[in-house]
T-cell receptor, first 114, second 117 residues
């Protein structure tokens, strides 16, 4: 059974550019959430999608957005990149969007903004 | 808002010995879930163990067990018979049981566990 797949693994972008990251959840998982991991702030919740609907969003500016498709695959987009957006972006999927279910995480996309 | 605190940035233990990682959390909710995740250098977060707040019995998974003290808001992880493969960052995480859990996980800053051969 394939795990959570995130692409690309590494990405280098220039300040001001836009970036799109992709996440394919485990087959059958309908809930996808995104997290940003930095040395300074640690792991922070970005947003969660369930059945193509964003259920909640963390404390991030509007430059951070996402969506989920009918096959549960998800993308997150960051516009007008800033140096501080350099981070590991982790995607996690869950069978259903209930709190007692554990998440399965992908290996992340390492974004570097120069 | 909930907060999760891991007071030990780094811990070191001899192979085959037992180590306990600390975690405290702050919440006004009564319904929630607690998790320990492991993040090796491969970066993938791996679920180690899960505890439902309404269960008094401490969760165990093979060599991993927790000491869940709800009144004290403490959720420590005990690793018995430590192995070299246990070396990783360990994160304690909280998830609300209300609102369908849509708020995602709140993580602590992590504890870097070193296993000495």
């Amino acid at each position: 059974k394939a795990g959570v797949t995130q692409t690309p693994r590494y990405l280098i972008k220039t300040r001001g550019q836009q970036v799109t990251l992709s996440c394919s959840p485990i087959s059958g998982h309908r809930s996808v959430s995104w997290y940003q991991q930095t040395p300074g702030q640690g792991l922070q919740f970005l947003f969660e999608y369930f059945s193509e609907t964003q259920r909640n969003k963390g404390n991030f500016p509007g430059r951070f957005s996402g969506r989920q498709f009918s096959n549960s695959r998800s993308e997150m987009n960051v516009s007008t990149l800033e140096l501080g957006d350099s981070a590991l972006y982790l995607c996690a999927s869950s069978l259903v969007g209930l709190p007692n279910y554990g998440y399965t995480f992908g290996s992340g996309t390492r974004l570097t903004v120069v | 808002a909930q907060t999760v605190t891991q007071s030990q940035p780094e811990m070191s233990v001899q192979e085959a010995e037992t180590v306990t990682l600390s975690c405290t959390y702050d919440t006004s909710e009564s319904d929630y879930y607690l998790f320990w995740y492991k993040q090796p250098p491969s970066r993938q977060m791996i679920l180690v163990i899960r505890q439902e707040a309404y269960k008094q019995q401490n969760a165990t998974e093979n060599r991993f067990s927790v000491n869940f003290q709800k009144a004290a808001k403490s959720f420590s992880l005990k690793i018995s018979d430590s192995q070299l493969g246990d070396a990783a960052m360990y994160f304690c995480a909280y998830r609300s049981g209300s609102g369908g859990g849509a708020d995602g996980l709140t993580f602590g800053k992590g504890t870097h566990l070193i296993i000495q051969p």
